[in-house]
C-alpha cells in the first residue's frame, strides 16, 4: 500500500533498497566465507602443485608430482588405513554408547535433570585433560589398567606404546559416552508422538520392545545425520593421536590429519602437505555423497 | 479387563517395570562411570609424587597426616641468636623430613620452639609448599639435603622468603598437643633422620617431642598451592607471575567470547536473509555456498590460512585466534535458518508495514523468538571455542597466549612437572566448570529440548 502512494520518482529509489537489503544483510558471511574456506581451499589446491619455496612463494611449478610422490609412499598409506581403523573403531566404541543412554535416559522420571546435566561433563572436558588421566590409568607400570589385567591373570601390556593396541587405546576413553549427542537424542525421542506410544501399548507393544520397534525407528532421522557427522569427524581425527600419542609408536597411531601436520612441521613440505589436505577432502566429499544418496534411497 | 487396568495403574504408558528398573541402573552406572576419570584425578593429584608410582595403585588417597616437631632452646644461651637458629633449625627440619619421608603422605610440618616450656617460635608449612621450593624454587637441583646445604647457602635466604614463622621472646599464643601419638611407626626414623649426625643431620635445639595427627583437610589445601604453582613454572612471564592460572583463563574467555559474539551475530543475520529476504530459488543457491563448506576438512585449509595470516602480520597474536571465526559455521547458519523458517511471516510483515527496516525486523521481532535456538548454538559454540586445540597449537603457541587447553598440553608434555601436580591443576581448571554446569542446568537443558531438534 505505502508503495503505491509514494511518488514515482522514489519509487526506484525504494525497489533498488529492497533488491539491495538481502545482500547487505549476507554480505559479511559471505565473504569471509569466501577468504576462509573457498579461497583457502583454492590455495590449497594452488601449493599442491608447487615445489613450495618459503623464500620465494609458491616455487617451482611442477603439475601432479606431488600427488604421485604421494601415492608411492607407504607412510601415506599406512596413515589411510589407520584413520580407517579409526573411524571403523569409532563408530563400533563410541557412536551408539549416546544413543543407548539417552534411550534409558527418558524412561528416567525421577532426577531426569540432574542426570541430563551430569550426562554434559564429558563435554566441558578439554582433550587435554582428559588426556592427562588416561594416559594415567594406561600407564604400562602404575596405571589402573594394567591393575585390572593382571587381576583377571591377564598379561600386563604397554598399551599407547603398544602398535596393535594404540589405536584401541585412544579411541576407548569414548565408550564413556555422555556429551551433547545424548541430549540431542533426548529431545529427538521426547519429540516423539505420546499417540504412538498409547496405539502401541493397546497393541501389547511396551517396555523394551516399545524401545526397539518404536522410539528407535522414530528417531532414525538423527541417527542417520549424525552417522554421517560422525564418519566425517572420525576421518579427520586429529587432536586425540597427537595429544596421546604423537602418532607414535613408528607411525602406528598417525592419521592421516596427523600425517599431513607431520609432513608441514617436521618436513616442512608444504608442497606435499597440502596435496594431502587436497586428497582428504576429496575422500570427504566421495563419503559424504555417498552417505547422502544411501540416506535418501532408503527414505524412499 | 480388569487385569489390564490393574497393570496400567503401575506404569507409565509404553514403560514396563523391568525397563523402568533397568534404565535407572543403567543411567546410574553410566554416570557413575563418567565421573570415575575425574575422581580418580582428584585422588592421585592429592598423593605425593612418590605415592602415585605404586603398584597396584590404590584407588583412595592415604590420609595426610600433620607432624609436629616440638625443640627445646632451654639449655641453650645464645641471647639474641635465639631467632636465626629457631629459624635454621625450623627450615631445615621441615625441608629434611619433607625429602625423606615423601611417600608417607605427610601433609604438613609444624615446627614449635620452646625455652623453659614457654613457646616462643612457631612454624608451619604444607607438605606442597615445600615440594614447590623442592621442585622449582629455593632448593632446585639439589640432590643431598644435609643442614650444609640446606641452612648455609643462598637458597637458604630464597627458602626464607617464603617462609612464614612467629617469634616472640616473651611467648607465644601457641600450644603444641605433644601427646606423643605416633602413626605407622614414624616417629622413631623421623628422630633418627634428624639427628643423623654422621650424614650431616642436626638441629641446634633438642628434640623433645614429635608427633603425629591424621588431618584430612591437608588434602584440600593442596590444590592451594597447585594454583600458584605455574608462577614457579613459568618465572619469566609476567602475566603468570600476577594472574596464574587466571591468565589462561582470561585468554579463554576472550576466545569464547569473541566467538559467541561473531558466529552468533554472522550466523543468524545470514540465516534471516536466506530464510526471509531472498527468492526461494537464490537462497537455495546460497545455501549451498555455505554448506559445502562444511564438507572441507580443516587439515585441507589449515596451511593456506596460516600463510594468510602470516601475510597480514597475524601469527603469535590475538588476531591469530580471533580472525578465524569470522568464518560463519554453515552448521549454524543450517540450524537459524530452519528455525527462522518456521516463524509466523505475518508477526514480520506487521512490523514491516509499520515502517520497520528489515534490520529492526530482525533485530527486535526475529531474534527474541528466536531465544531458544539462539540459546541451544551460544552453547555449542562455548563448548568448542572452550575446546579448540590445534590451530592455536599452529598459530598461537605462546606462553602469553595459551588458553586452558593449550596449557594443560603444554604443562602436561613438561619433563619438569610432576603427574600429581599436572592432576592438581586439570583437577582445579576442570572443577569450577562442572560447577558451573550443575548451576546453570535448568537453562542448558531448556535451551537444548525446547530448540525442538525432532526426529
Given at each position: 500500500m505505502s508503495t503505491k502512494t509514494k511518488p514515482p520518482a522514489k519509487l526506484g529509489g525504494l525497489r533498488f533498497k529492497n533488491a539491495v537489503t538481502p545482500w547487505l544483510f549476507i554480505l559479511p558471511g559471505l565473504v569471509f566465507t569466501f577468504i576462509f574456506r573457498y579461497y583457502t581451499t583454492f590455495q590449497a589446491f594452488w601449493i599442491s602443485l608447487h615445489d613450495y619455496d618459503v623464500a620465494e612463494p609458491p616455487g617451482d611449478f611442477i603439475g601432479f608430482e606431488n600427488y604421485i610422490a604421494l601415492f608411492k609412499n607407504a607412510d601415506f598409506w599406512s596413515a589411510w588405513k589407520n584413520t580407517l581403523i579409526f573411524t571403523v573403531l569409532s563408530l563400533l566404541i563410541t557412536f551408539f554408547i549416546p544413543i543407548i543412554q539417552a534411550l534409558f535416559?527418558?524412561?528416567?522420571?525421577?532426577?531426569?535433570?540432574?542426570?541430563?546435566?551430569?550426562?554434559?561433563?564429558?563435554?566441558?572436558?578439554?582433550?587435554?585433560?582428559?588426556?592427562?588421566?588416561?594416559?594415567?590409568?594406561?600407564?604400562?607400570?602404575?596405571?589402573?589398567?594394567?591393575?585390572?589385567?593382571?587381576?583377571?591373570?591377564?598379561?600386563?601390556?604397554?598399551?599407547?606404546?603398544?602398535?596393535?593396541?594404540?589405536?584401541?587405546?585412544?579411541i576407548l576413553p569414548g565408550i564413556l559416552g555422555g556429551g551433547f549427542s545424548v541430549l540431542m537424542y533426548l529431545s529427538a525421542i521426547m519429540?516423539?508422538?505420546?499417540?504412538?506410544?498409547?496405539?502401541?501399548?493397546?497393541?501389547?507393544?511396551?517396555?523394551?520392545?516399545?524401545?526397539?520397534?518404536?522410539?528407535?525407528?522414530?528417531?532414525?532421522?538423527?541417527?542417520?545425520?549424525?552417522?554421517?557427522?560422525?564418519?566425517?569427524?572420525?576421518?579427520?581425527?586429529l587432536d586425540q593421536p597427537l595429544q596421546y600419542t604423537t602418532g607414535g609408536p613408528n607411525g602406528a597411531s598417525t592419521s592421516i590429519a596427523l600425517h599431513i601436520n607431520n609432513l608441514m612441521v617436521e618436513n616442512v613440505n608444504y608442497g606435499k602437505a597440502a596435496a594431502s589436505g587436497v586428497i582428504l577432502l576429496v575422500v570427504i566429499a566421495i563419503i559424504t555423497a555417498v552417505e547422502m544418496k544411501l540416506d535418501k534411497s532408503e527414505k524412499k | 479387563m480388569k487385569r489390564i487396568k490393574s497393570r496400567k495403574k503401575f506404569r507409565a504408558v509404553g514403560s514396563s517395570r523391568p525397563l523402568t528398573i533397568v534404565s535407572y541402573v543403567f543411567t546410574i552406572g553410566s554416570i557413575l562411570l563418567i565421573l570415575f576419570p575425574l575422581f580418580l584425578m582428584g585422588s592421585y593429584a592429592v598423593r605425593d609424587a612418590a605415592a602415585i608410582n605404586k603398584f597396584p595403585p590404590d584407588i583412595l588417597p592415604e590420609c595426610t597426616k600433620s607432624v609436629e616437631i616440638v625443640l627445646d632452646y632451654s639449655d641453650l644461651d645464645t641471647g639474641e641468636n635465639l631467632e636465626d637458629i629457631m629459624r635454621a633449625d625450623g627450615i631445615f627440619a621441615m625441608y629434611a623430613l619433607s625429602t625423606e619421608f615423601n611417600d608417607n603422605a605427610v601433609g604438613e610440618i609444624k615446627v614449635y620452639g620452646q625455652v623453659d616450656c614457654k613457646t616462643v617460635f612457631y612454624q608451619r608449612q604444607h607438605n606442597t609448599a615445600l615440594q614447590v621450593q623442592l621442585d622449582y624454587g629455593a632448593y632446585r637441583n639439589v640432590s643431598k639435603f644435609d643442614r650444609e646445604t640446606l641452612v648455609n647457602s643462598?637458597?637458604?635466604?630464597?627458602?626464607?622468603?617464603?617462609?612464614?614463622?612467629?617469634?616472640?621472646?616473651?611467648?607465644?599464643?601457641?600450644?603444641?598437643?605433644?601427646?606423643?601419638?605416633?602413626?605407622?611407626g614414624l616417629i622413631s626414623p623421623m628422630t633418627a633422620h634428624l639427628t643423623d649426625e654422621s650424614n650431616g643431620f642436626y638441629l641446634d635445639g633438642a628434640i623433645s617431642n614429635i608427633s603425629l595427627h591424621k588431618n584430612p583437610l591437608l588434602m584440600v589445601e593442596t590444590f592451594k598451592y597447585y594454583f600458584d604453582i605455574v608462577k614457579y613454572m613459568y618465572p619469566n612471564e609476567a602475566n603468570i607471575q600476577k594472574y596464574s592460572l587466571f591468565a589462561f583463563l582470561f585468554n579463554t574467555l576472550i576466545v569464547m567470547g569473541w566467538a559467541v559474539l561473531t558466529q552468533i551475530g554472522?550466523?543468524?543475520?545470514?540465516?534471516?536473509?536466506?530464510?526471509?529476504?531472498?527468492?526461494?530459488?537464490?537462497?537455495?543457491?546460497?545455501?549451498?555456498?555455505?554448506?559445502?563448506?562444511?564438507?572441507?576438512?580443516?587439515?585441507?585449509?589449515?596451511?593456506?590460512?596460516?600463510?594468510?595470516?602470516?601475510?597480514?602480520?597475524?601469527?603469535?597474536?590475538?588476531?591469530?585466534?580471533?580472525?578465524?571465526?569470522?568464518?560463519?559455521?554453515?552448521?549454524?547458519?543450517?540450524?537459524?535458518?530452519?528455525?527462522?523458517?518456521?516463524?509466523?511471516?505475518?508477526?514480520?510483515?506487521?512490523?514491516?508495514?509499520?515502517?520497520?527496516?528489515?534490520?529492526?525486523?530482525?533485530?527486535?521481532?526475529?531474534?527474541?523468538?528466536?531465544?531458544?535456538?539462539t540459546a541451544l548454538l551460544v552453547l555449542n559454540v562455548l563448548v568448542s571455542a572452550w575446546n579448540d586445540f590445534y590451530w592455536y597449537l599452529r598459530a598461537a603457541n605462546r606462553t602469553t597466549l595459551w588458553t586452558i587447553n593449550l596449557a594443560l598440553y603444554n604443562i602436561s608434555n613438561n619433563p619438569m612437572s610432576k603427574t600429581n601436580v599436572t592432576m592438581g591443576i586439570a583437577f582445579l581448571t576442570i572443577l569450577p566448570v562442572i560447577l558451573l554446569t550443575i548451576v546453570f542446568q535448568r537453562q542448558i537443558k531448556e535451551s537444548v529440548i525446547s530448540a525442538g531438534i525432532k526426529g
Amino acid at each position: 500500500m505505502s508503495t503505491k502512494t509514494k511518488p514515482p520518482a522514489k519509487l526506484g529509489g525504494l525497489r533498488f533498497k529492497n533488491a539491495v537489503t538481502p545482500w547487505l544483510f549476507i554480505l559479511p558471511g559471505l565473504v569471509f566465507t569466501f577468504i576462509f574456506r573457498y579461497y583457502t581451499t583454492f590455495q590449497a589446491f594452488w601449493i599442491s602443485l608447487h615445489d613450495y619455496d618459503v623464500a620465494e612463494p609458491p616455487g617451482d611449478f611442477i603439475g601432479f608430482e606431488n600427488y604421485i610422490a604421494l601415492f608411492k609412499n607407504a607412510d601415506f598409506w599406512s596413515a589411510w588405513k589407520n584413520t580407517l581403523i579409526f573411524t571403523v573403531l569409532s563408530l563400533l566404541i563410541t557412536f551408539f554408547i549416546p544413543i543407548i543412554q539417552a534411550l534409558f535416559l527418558n524412561e528416567v522420571r525421577r532426577g531426569r535433570g540432574m542426570f541430563t546435566t551430569l550426562y554434559l561433563i564429558p563435554t566441558m572436558i578439554p582433550l587435554s585433560i582428559n588426556v592427562i588421566i588416561w594416559k594415567w590409568i594406561f600407564n604400562p607400570n602404575y596405571g589402573l589398567a594394567n591393575a585390572i589385567v593382571t587381576f583377571f591373570g591377564g598379561e600386563p601390556q604397554t598399551w599407547y606404546s603398544d602398535p596393535t593396541l594404540t589405536k584401541l587405546c585412544i579411541i576407548l576413553p569414548g565408550i564413556l559416552g555422555g556429551g551433547f549427542s545424548v541430549l540431542m537424542y533426548l529431545s529427538a525421542i521426547m519429540g516423539v508422538d505420546r499417540d504412538i506410544y498409547e496405539a502401541a501399548d493397546i497393541d501389547g507393544c511396551y517396555g523394551f520392545k516399545r524401545l526397539w520397534y518404536i522410539t528407535l525407528p522414530n528417531i532414525r532421522f538423527l541417527i542417520m545425520i549424525q552417522m554421517i557427522l560422525a564418519v566425517i569427524g572420525a576421518m579427520q581425527i586429529l587432536d586425540q593421536p597427537l595429544q596421546y600419542t604423537t602418532g607414535g609408536p613408528n607411525g602406528a597411531s598417525t592419521s592421516i590429519a596427523l600425517h599431513i601436520n607431520n609432513l608441514m612441521v617436521e618436513n616442512v613440505n608444504y608442497g606435499k602437505a597440502a596435496a594431502s589436505g587436497v586428497i582428504l577432502l576429496v575422500v570427504i566429499a566421495i563419503i559424504t555423497a555417498v552417505e547422502m544418496k544411501l540416506d535418501k534411497s532408503e527414505k524412499k | 479387563m480388569k487385569r489390564i487396568k490393574s497393570r496400567k495403574k503401575f506404569r507409565a504408558v509404553g514403560s514396563s517395570r523391568p525397563l523402568t528398573i533397568v534404565s535407572y541402573v543403567f543411567t546410574i552406572g553410566s554416570i557413575l562411570l563418567i565421573l570415575f576419570p575425574l575422581f580418580l584425578m582428584g585422588s592421585y593429584a592429592v598423593r605425593d609424587a612418590a605415592a602415585i608410582n605404586k603398584f597396584p595403585p590404590d584407588i583412595l588417597p592415604e590420609c595426610t597426616k600433620s607432624v609436629e616437631i616440638v625443640l627445646d632452646y632451654s639449655d641453650l644461651d645464645t641471647g639474641e641468636n635465639l631467632e636465626d637458629i629457631m629459624r635454621a633449625d625450623g627450615i631445615f627440619a621441615m625441608y629434611a623430613l619433607s625429602t625423606e619421608f615423601n611417600d608417607n603422605a605427610v601433609g604438613e610440618i609444624k615446627v614449635y620452639g620452646q625455652v623453659d616450656c614457654k613457646t616462643v617460635f612457631y612454624q608451619r608449612q604444607h607438605n606442597t609448599a615445600l615440594q614447590v621450593q623442592l621442585d622449582y624454587g629455593a632448593y632446585r637441583n639439589v640432590s643431598k639435603f644435609d643442614r650444609e646445604t640446606l641452612v648455609n647457602s643462598q637458597r637458604y635466604e630464597q627458602a626464607l622468603e617464603v617462609t612464614e614463622y612467629e617469634f616472640d621472646l616473651n611467648g607465644i599464643d601457641r600450644k603444641p598437643k605433644a601427646d606423643n601419638k605416633d602413626l605407622d611407626g614414624l616417629i622413631s626414623p623421623m628422630t633418627a633422620h634428624l639427628t643423623d649426625e654422621s650424614n650431616g643431620f642436626y638441629l641446634d635445639g633438642a628434640i623433645s617431642n614429635i608427633s603425629l595427627h591424621k588431618n584430612p583437610l591437608l588434602m584440600v589445601e593442596t590444590f592451594k598451592y597447585y594454583f600458584d604453582i605455574v608462577k614457579y613454572m613459568y618465572p619469566n612471564e609476567a602475566n603468570i607471575q600476577k594472574y596464574s592460572l587466571f591468565a589462561f583463563l582470561f585468554n579463554t574467555l576472550i576466545v569464547m567470547g569473541w566467538a559467541v559474539l561473531t558466529q552468533i551475530g554472522l550466523c543468524s543475520i545470514t540465516a534471516y536473509s536466506l530464510s526471509r529476504l531472498f527468492s526461494r530459488r537464490m537462497s537455495k543457491i546460497l545455501m549451498m555456498f555455505f554448506l559445502i563448506t562444511m564438507m572441507i576438512p580443516f587439515m585441507c585449509i589449515v596451511l593456506p590460512q596460516m600463510i594468510m595470516m602470516k601475510g597480514i602480520d597475524s601469527l603469535n597474536n590475538y588476531r591469530a585466534m580471533l580472525l578465524p571465526y569470522l568464518y560463519p559455521s554453515a552448521f549454524y547458519i543450517f540450524l537459524f535458518k530452519g528455525f527462522f523458517d518456521q516463524l509466523p511471516q505475518d508477526l514480520l510483515d506487521a512490523a514491516r508495514i509499520d515502517g520497520a527496516s528489515q534490520f529492526y525486523t530482525f533485530t527486535r521481532i526475529c531474534m527474541p523468538l528466536s531465544k531458544s535456538i539462539t540459546a541451544l548454538l551460544v552453547l555449542n559454540v562455548l563448548v568448542s571455542a572452550w575446546n579448540d586445540f590445534y590451530w592455536y597449537l599452529r598459530a598461537a603457541n605462546r606462553t602469553t597466549l595459551w588458553t586452558i587447553n593449550l596449557a594443560l598440553y603444554n604443562i602436561s608434555n613438561n619433563p619438569m612437572s610432576k603427574t600429581n601436580v599436572t592432576m592438581g591443576i586439570a583437577f582445579l581448571t576442570i572443577l569450577p566448570v562442572i560447577l558451573l554446569t550443575i548451576v546453570f542446568q535448568r537453562q542448558i537443558k531448556e535451551s537444548v529440548i525446547s530448540a525442538g531438534i525432532k526426529g
